[in-house]
């Protein structure tokens, strides 16, 4: 089988990640010799989307090796339902009971396994701003045709130990109760008037703002508490010390993205975001794209072929590779080849629950983008994604709920306490009646930061950072495409790959003669 | 939730081969000529139908090509049977929603549309209702969409709330809707009317929608729709004109009206009568005005007590009589003859009436 593959290539990516996969299809598309490799044998890396199953093996993969819990580590999984299901009678008790309340089902450790197909938990769980980079970017590139959407229905905010929707559109501000009239004017003035704020023009309403904090701003501007709370921390998905400006540019992202497909600026990727860099590495494959899942590389060695050119020489699996630009996730590069790192990371503290219910009733199913304040002092904001059965990531009945936080102790620590707000973590009866939804799993890990702009120690090696603790995309698609440029310089970056009807193959143009129909039928006489 | 396909997006501008587009146009062309010599010869058929159908495709507002087809419709119905024609409708429907894919502010597709579902005898209403919910979810404000939904609506009647509620709906998406707000006023007036009172919709309804309007303002002023709307919501008052008193001394008789009337809305709408004699006299407004809410009788005879003195107004377009006008001194005025008065009764009418009293 190894000898199938060619040895020589322009451009060698090993990792799937977002970044990799998106320089590999933009090689790929102005026809470099790509060839796509991974170590494990799935795509995506830490980027990735599993099934019930294939987390359960992450998890013990991660436990049982030192090495990946360099990046991966204080794993805890936690069960809070049982693991068989009720015995046969009880579970015709359940049924009798489910005739007047045939909602709630009973779930086991057992049911979750026998339905692991239909959980697609996401390890970087992200959204698409619907206005931002990546959006565009599939939009552009064409890309967009192996994805699907939903909408993020609501973004929720936790306000006087409560939950309450964020009037976020000028559709929310109209039909909220939740403010008067005059927060009403407050809230559209402010938001308004952040939308036009223009980085450029120096005589801006924000220019005497520089050293101040977007809260004193927002005070300053004589906004009710309420507001500041939704501006801020909703809105801007800010704390107390977050500079103004960079509050404002927060906001106007947001701002910008409304109204595009929804009333929230937000998209999630059907079957979760691991579904992304798939879909570039499906473009990049069209396109001529060599993929070899599975396949670890043992050295990386650069030479110096001519003057200021280099070879970059790959061992994998007693094979040699060799290549132009090797483009490299930082989580499978050889230490010596990253530059030193940056002083300041923070590492990513994450926890995932499965629950039988929605944090807060809707009519529909809800897709819910929830931002917590810092619930103790000198904490970070905590990000929450609620997705259902709808969005492809669990069987019905279930929601899978996504916590993300910049670490302070541990991703336990961290994040208890705001899932403490919102589930109950108690187990117990599953039908019974709760405010809070019952949280079945829980998952806590943290995720060491690479996401710091990797520099590489050697000409003709690229080194791509991992995820970041950030909401969207942006910071992955902006790399991608300085390495592209850096590898490819004056072309053009991914541009629109045309659509299987659209190509005109040379030979089609002149048609044969057309068919005869008497010779179909003499030669079905002919036959009898 | 809608799943969302990202590229539909940008499918519009991204057209095909420029060659391709003008080789159809020609070809488009070609057969529009064609059909013309065919029409000349009266050749209503099938073979038209399709002809037509293909350019209507391509493009849909020509009006021609849409008349052609209704002629052609009616001109080979009688040939086919029920089953047939109704397949033939049912693909001249598939042909106007293709069009108005192409086209949503088509008049003519709408219309043609509008045209096989009166002329069919088995129209399907609550698919066509479907089908503007659909439109109304691409685009919320196209007027033709909502033309056409009234026009399905007066045709199928579903609950005239569904109908409220929907535009509640739409307007909670996005108030900046003319249309809806439009479809609401009308529907406001057949869910809630005021009988009694002045205002076009029970008071209660009437003060909900005006805190629509002002959440709307406040939130963009400057969105011109909800001004409008409140326009008509505090517009539309009906002020009727009512006697709100009437005075009767000795010297002179004096009414006022709700609102300022001329010379001869007090003329035609009031008559006195003394001892069943109408009283001819000259009105006069109080302040000399053409317009005035006040207006005063300058009679001849004294009123004396023993008189029998009978009003007859106009009120809400019908004549009442009012006996033993209240404001007279009933003592000064000998009514024990006049069985029909019941003190009772005139004190509430003083009181539904607001009468001031003069002596």
């Given at each position: 089988m190894d000898d199938d593959l060619p040895t020589d290539f322009q451009v060698i990516v090993v990792g799937t990640g977002m970044v990799e996969s998106i320089v590999a299809a933009a090689c790929s598309r102005i026809h470099k010799n790509v060839l796509h490799l991974d170590s494990s044998d799935h795509y995506g890396g830490l980027w990735a989307s599993y099934n019930f199953d294939g987390l359960q093996k992450f998890i013990k993969e991660v436990n049982s090796d030192p090495e990946k819990q360099v990046q991966v580590y204080n794993l805890r999984e936690q069960w809070y339902i049982e693991k068989e299901s009720p015995s046969e009678e009880e579970k015709g008790e359940a049924k009798e009971d489910g005739k007047t309340e045939p909602s709630k089902k009973i779930w086991s450790q057992a049911s979750f396994a026998a339905e692991y197909r239909k959980f697609n938990i996401d390890m970087t769980p992200k959204l698409l701003f619907s206005r931002g980079p990546l959006v565009e970017l599939l939009i552009s590139s064409n890309i967009a045709r192996y994805a699907e959407f939903r909408c993020v229905t609501r973004v929720l905010t936790w306000l006087d130990d409560h939950l309450v929707p964020v009037p976020c559109s000028r559709a929310d501000v109209f039909a909220t109760e939740a403010v008067g009239i005059v927060e009403k004017r407050m809230l559209m003035k402010m938001l308004t008037s952040i939308v036009a704020y223009n980085e450029e023009e120096m005589n801006n309403e924000f220019k005497d703002w520089n050293d101040k904090t977007f809260k004193e701003y927002l005070t300053h501007k004589g906004l009710t508490p309420n507001l500041i709370h939704y501006v801020l921390f909703a809105i801007a998905g800010g704390t107390d010390a977050m500079p103004c400006l960079e509050g404002v540019r927060e906001c106007k992202k947001f701002l910008m993205s409304l109204g595009r497909y929804g009333n929230t600026p937000f998209l999630w990727p059907m079957y979760g975001s691991g579904e992304l860099p798939q879909c570039f590495c499906r473009l990049c494959a069209v396109f001529g794209g060599v993929y070899c899942l599975n396949r670890p590389i043992d050295s990386v060695e650069t030479k110096t072929v001519e003057e200021g050119k280099t070879k970059v020489v790959i061992e994998s699996k007693s094979k040699t590779l060799n290549c132009e630009h090797l483009v490299i996730g930082i989580n499978e590069c050889p230490k010596d080849l990253v530059s030193p790192e940056p002083a300041e990371t923070c590492d990513i503290s994450k926890a995932v629950f499965i629950t039988n219910g929605t944090i807060m009733k809707s009519e529909k199913e809800p897709l819910t983008l929830l931002r917590f304040p810092p619930l103790v002092e000198g904490g970070g904001a905590v990000t929450v994604l609620e997705v259902g059965p709808a969005t492809g990531s669990?069987?019905?009945?279930l929601f899978v709920v996504y916590f993300i936080t910049n670490k302070v102790s541990d991703a336990e620590t961290d994040l208890r306490p705001y899932a403490d707000k919102i589930f109950d973590l108690s187990g117990g009866d599953q039908t019974e009646e709760t405010d809070k939804p019952k949280c079945l799993w829980s998952l806590f890990y943290n995720v060491k930061d690479t996401s710091g702009a990797a520099g590489s120690a050697a000409a003709g090696v690229h080194v791509c950072s991992g995820p970041d603790a950030g909401l969207d995309f942006d910071r992955a698609v902006e790399q991608a495409e300085q390495i592209f440029k850096k590898i490819c310089p004056g072309e053009e970056f991914l541009p629109r790959a045309p659509d299987p009807e659209e190509i005109v193959f040379e030979d089609d143009v002149t048609h044969g003669p057309e068919f005869q129909r008497e010779d179909e039928d003499a030669d079905g006489d002919a036959k009898e | 939730m809608m799943v969302m396909v990202l590229e539909r997006v940008n499918c519009d501008q991204h057209g095909r081969v420029k060659v391709r587009t003008t080789e159809e146009e020609k070809a488009r062309i070609e057969k529009e000529r064609q059909e013309k010599v065919k029409r000349k010869e009266n050749e209503l058929d099938t073979e038209l139908l399709e002809l037509t159908g293909k350019v209507l495709m391509s493009n849909p507002d020509i009006n021609t090509l849409w008349n052609i087809r209704r002629e052609i419709f009616l001109h080979i119905r009688k040939d086919y049977s029920e089953v047939e024609l109704t397949k033939m409708y049912d693909d001249e429907l598939s042909i106007t929603e293709y069009c108005l894919k192409k086209n949503p502010k088509s008049y003519c597709a709408w219309h043609q549309r509008m045209w096989v579902l009166t002329t069919r005898s088995d129209p399907d209403w609550k698919n066509e209702l479907d089908l503007c919910n659909t439109y109304l979810k691409l685009d919320e404000r196209n007027f033709h969409t909502w033309n056409y939904r009234r026009f399905v609506v007066s045709q199928c009647k579903p609950p005239l709330q569904d109908e409220f509620d929907y535009t509640t709906e739409k307007l909670l998406d996005n108030f900046s809707n003319y249309s809806a707000w439009h479809y609401r006023s009308k529907m406001l007036l057949h869910l809630y009317p005021d009988v009694e009172g002045g205002r076009p919709i029970q008071d209660i309804h009437h003060k909900h929608e005006l805190k629509m309007v002002i959440n709307a303002a406040f939130t963009d002023p400057d969105d011109t729709s909800a001004w409008f709307y409140q326009r008509w919501l505090l517009g539309a008052v009906k002020t009727s004109i009512n006697l709100v008193a009437c005075a009767v001394t000795e010297s002179k008789i004096t009414v006022a009206f709700s609102k300022p009337v001329p010379l001869g809305y007090v003329q035609s709408s009031t008559q006195i009568f003394i001892n069943n004699n109408v009283l001819n006299a000259e009105w006069i407004s109080c302040c000399g005005y053409q317009y005035d809410s006040l207006w005063i009788l300058k009679q001849k005879v004294d009123l004396i007590g023993g008189m029998d003195i009978k009003i007859l107004i106009l009120r809400n377009n019908k004549l009442n009589t009012l006996k033993g006008f209240p404001n007279i001194n009933l003592e000064k005025l000998d009514i024990q003859g006049n069985d029909e008065i019941n003190v009772d009764e005139v004190e509430q009418f003083k009181q539904d009436h607001k009468f001031v009293t003069i002596f």
């Open positions: 669990c069987p019905k009945g | -």
